[in-house]
């Protein structure tokens, strides 16, 4: 069985809004989300700007019973999939059942059940923990949280890949509506590690920019974080055709490859694996492209690599491409990073106005592809590419379709 | 009813979510409506506010009704400021 895929639903929240067209608002705008960190003190902070979400209460979210077993980083992946489930007209759903899938990507799930609960026992010499920790910090607990809202009750885990982990959950989910195995997922990415610690690790690397994030642009110092989630209802595409929902775009390929090099070192080659990969399982060829969402992190290594990786897929079409970092608006949302990508890339096409790369100061001669610098572009994208490219050498490309009816209108 | 048994009913209706009428001595987790996930807050919720460590063979999940949780703490705080009186003793 090979079925074609339809997305019908998409929700996304980060620092540019708490849904899709508060965050795609900001987007087309070219308005950047990367402020002064509020959540955690920054006199300790070298890198202290982040893309936080903001305006989000809770409280006013969720049941206070159910509030007390959510971590951030599932509540980020229940506002997001409520909004998803609105979209494709499934919000009342509480008992889908087991023709359906919840596969969802994090980086490191709960960390911030993980910090406060460790800064109990060693800074301030606890006793004990919320008997919650474990069940709140669990990387799965996101995707648990969704089956249990709507009584989803076939294959659902979590998929870690650091920063590819959301294309892998998407890319995975794509592949069993496909195929059959379930008739409905809802799948993305979601992450909350605006914390101390997390904050402290990343500086240790080096691979924080001071400023702010200005990816494929002369002047970049490197990443700058964000957090949220995106979420997806996939299924097959007459399926949604039959039940009257709407199409916003068709998922039709998936690549996936690791480097088997380094640990933190990209590599062109298998970035370029990867996104042959969702090009052929796709069906596509290079100049079937019209916009490629780049994983674009403003580092001194990816962008280059992510540059030479295109040259070599694409070759002449490379040129034609428009090709953005949306994490100059969002940051780099690790797990969920591909989530809100995808999310973005949908409405671009649904708009036909491609995001631009905000924080753009000027070339660098290492990056000289098309990067729609700080000013959107109204222009219709047939098919585009979304890249994730993770610490661990681990790659994940996701190929979109304009809807058929879409297709045919143009 | 002494505070040892006032701020454990208040705990049980605050971290159960219900009406503070509703506990009483004989009740018991079933009648609460009390489920394990429950307890295990209520227990978590005791230790932070006696200042306690609540050992499972003291107050497992198995507890019964309202006043077994009242008796098992009241010893283990009887226990913890006869310790603090005379330290080693206890």
Same mark, same amino acid.
């Given at each position: 069985m090979?079925?074609? %895929?339809?997305?019908?639903?998409v929700?996304?929240?980060?620092g540019?809004?708490?849904?899709?067209?508060?965050?795609w @608002?900001?987007?087309?705008?070219g308005r950047?989300?990367?402020?002064?960190?509020e959540?955690?003190?920054q006199?300790?902070?070298?890198?202290?700007?982040?893309?936080?979400?903001?305006?989000?209460?809770?409280?006013?979210?969720? $049941?206070?019973?159910?509030?007390?077993?959510?971590?951030?980083v599932?509540?980020f992946?229940?506002?997001?999939?409520?909004?998803?489930?609105r979209?494709?007209?499934l919000?009342?759903?509480t008992?889908?059942?087991?023709?359906?899938?919840?596969?969802?990507?994090?980086?490191?799930?709960?960390?911030?059940?993980?910090?406060?609960?460790?800064?109990?026992?060693?800074?301030e010499?606890?006793?004990?923990?919320?008997?919650?920790?474990i069940?709140?910090?669990?990387?799965n607990a996101?995707?648990?949280?969704?089956?249990m809202?709507?009584?989803?009750?076939g294959? @659902?885990?979590?998929?870690a890949?650091?920063?590819s982990?959301?294309?892998?959950a998407?890319?995975?989910?794509?592949?069993?509506v496909?195929?059959?195995?379930?008739?409905?997922?809802l799948?993305?990415?979601?992450?909350?590690?605006?914390?101390?610690?997390?904050?402290?690790g990343?500086?240790?690397?080096?691979?924080m920019?001071?400023?702010?994030?200005?990816?494929?642009?002369?002047?970049?110092?490197?990443?700058?974080?964000?957090?949220g989630?995106g979420?997806?209802v996939?299924e097959?595409?007459?399926?949604?055709? /039959?039940?009257?929902?709407?199409v916003l775009?068709?998922?039709?390929?998936?690549?996936?490859?690791?480097?088997a090099?380094?640990?933190i070192?990209?590599?062109?080659?298998?970035?370029a694996?990867?996104?042959?990969g969702?090009l052929?399982?796709?069906?596509?060829v290079?100049?079937d492209?019209?916009y490629?969402?780049?994983?674009?992190t403003?580092?001194?290594?990816?962008?280059?690599?992510?540059?030479?990786?295109?040259?070599?897929?694409?070759? $002449?079409?490379?040129?034609?491409?428009?090709?953005?970092?949306?994490?100059?608006?969002?940051g780099?949302?690790?797990?969920?990073?591909g989530?809100?990508e995808?999310?973005?890339?949908?409405?671009?096409?649904? /708009?036909?106005?491609?995001?631009p790369?905000a924080n753009?100061l000027?070339p660098?001669?290492?990056?000289?592809?098309d990067?729609?610098?700080?000013?959107?572009?109204?222009?219709?994208?047939?098919?585009?590419?979304?890249?994730s490219f993770a610490?661990?050498?681990?790659?994940?490309?996701i190929a979109?379709k304009?809807?058929?009816?879409?297709r045919?209108?143009? | 009813m002494?505070?040892?048994e006032?701020?454990?009913?208040?705990?049980?209706?605050?971290e159960?979510?219900? $009406?503070?009428?509703l506990?009483?001595?004989d009740?018991?987790?079933?009648?609460?409506?009390i489920?394990?996930v429950?307890?295990?807050?209520?227990?978590?919720?005791?230790?932070?506010?006696?200042?306690?460590t609540?050992?499972?063979e003291?107050l497992?999940?198995? %507890?019964k009704?309202v006043?077994? %949780? %009242?008796?098992?703490?009241?010893?283990?705080?009887?226990?913890?400021? @006869?310790g603090s009186?005379?330290?080693g003793?206890?």
């Open positions: 090979n079925r074609r %895929v339809a997305i019908t639903g929700g996304c929240i980060c540019l809004g708490n849904d899709l067209p508060a965050v @608002a900001e987007a087309a705008a950047s989300a990367i402020r002064p960190i959540n955690v003190d006199t300790r902070l070298i890198a202290k700007n982040a893309a936080e979400v903001r305006g989000f209460d809770p409280e006013t979210r969720f $049941d206070p019973k159910l509030l007390g077993a959510l971590d951030r599932s509540q992946a229940l506002v997001a999939a409520e909004e998803a489930m979209g494709a007209g919000a009342g759903e008992r889908i059942g087991e023709m359906a899938a919840v596969i969802l990507g994090s980086g490191v799930g709960g960390m911030t059940t993980l910090d406060e609960s460790f800064r109990k026992l060693y800074a010499n606890g006793v004990r923990v919320h008997p919650f920790t069940p709140k910090l669990m990387i996101p995707a648990c949280q969704i089956t809202r709507y009584g989803i009750t294959p @659902a885990y979590a998929v890949s650091a920063c982990s959301a294309n892998h998407i890319g995975t989910a794509f592949h069993m496909r195929q059959g195995v379930v008739d409905l997922a799948t993305g990415g979601t992450e909350a590690t605006i914390t101390l610690g997390t904050l402290k990343w500086e240790a690397l080096r691979v920019a001071p400023d702010t994030c200005r990816p494929f642009s002369a002047g970049r110092r490197g990443m700058v974080l964000g957090e989630a979420v997806f996939l097959p595409l007459d399926h949604a055709i /039959a039940r009257g929902a709407t775009v068709e998922l039709v390929g998936f690549g996936m490859s690791s480097d090099g380094d640990l070192a990209p590599s062109a080659d298998g970035a694996r990867a996104i042959r969702a052929r399982d796709g069906g596509l290079p100049t492209i019209d490629i969402n780049a994983h674009g403003a580092t001194p290594a990816n962008d280059p690599t992510e540059t030479k990786a295109i040259k070599a897929v694409f070759g $002449d079409h490379a040129a034609k491409l428009a090709v953005s970092s949306t994490k100059s608006m969002h780099h949302a690790l797990g969920a990073a989530a809100l995808l999310a973005i890339t949908i409405a671009a096409m649904r /708009a036909g106005i491609v995001p790369t753009y000027g660098d001669p290492a990056c000289d592809l990067y729609v610098p700080n000013t959107a572009r109204v222009q219709p994208v047939r098919a585009a590419l979304s890249n610490f661990g050498g681990l790659n994940a490309v979109v304009q809807a058929p009816s879409a045919v209108v143009a | 002494d505070e040892v006032t701020k454990i009913f208040d705990i049980i209706a605050k159960a979510r219900i $009406d503070r009428a506990v009483k001595s009740a018991t987790m079933e009648d609460l409506k489920a394990s429950d307890l295990v807050q209520i227990v978590f919720a005791i230790e932070v506010e006696f200042d306690i609540i050992p499972e003291a497992g999940l198995d %507890v009704n006043d077994e %949780v %009242v008796v098992a703490v009241r010893k283990l705080v009887n226990e913890s400021m @006869a009186k005379a330290p003793t206890a």
